[in-house]
């Protein structure tokens, strides 16, 4: 996916890991204050993950799908948020997973981000509960067939 500011493209990681983790260092580990244990997990080597690069290849933002549609890790840079790149990294992962047989995206949002996910089509499911002791709600998008 292209945009005049960034791209957006598949990552592994094996050959990404780098870069994603730097992403998610930043904004969950040293922004939000996700404790490393939780952040990082065996999961990530399975996943397939998008990359948001700038124009002079700088990692600006990730998120990652599981099998089954679950989407999550989705982070951008402080400086690159409010810019679109949110919107592309959760549009190609939706359609990644559409792609593949999908016929819904599930995710955990923070409270914070729901608006976010709920103009991109998802609706909130169930209760509000912690995780990394920041209060989150699931949601999930109906994908066409």
Aim: net charge negative; hydrophobic share 40%.
């Amino acid at each position: 996916m292209n945009n005049s500011t960034f791209t957006v493209r598949e990552a592994t990681w094996a050959e990404d890991s780098a870069a994603l983790r730097a992403i998610r260092q930043r904004v969950f580990v040293e922004e939000q204050n996700v404790p490393p244990e939780l952040e990082w997990d065996e999961t990530d080597a399975q996943c397939l993950h998008a990359l948001a690069i700038d124009p002079t290849g700088n990692a600006i933002g990730c998120g990652r799908l599981l099998d089954g549609g679950k989407i999550g890790r989705m982070a951008v840079l402080p400086e690159w948020r409010d810019r679109g790149v949110g919107s592309a990294l959760l549009r190609f992962l939706i359609d990644i997973a559409q792609s593949r047989g999908c016929t819904e995206c599930r995710l955990d949002a923070q409270i914070r981000a729901m608006g976010f996910y709920h103009r991109h089509g998802f609706t909130a499911e169930g209760e509000e509960f912690l995780d990394a002791n920041i209060p989150h709600r699931h949601m999930r998008l109906t994908l066409p067939m």
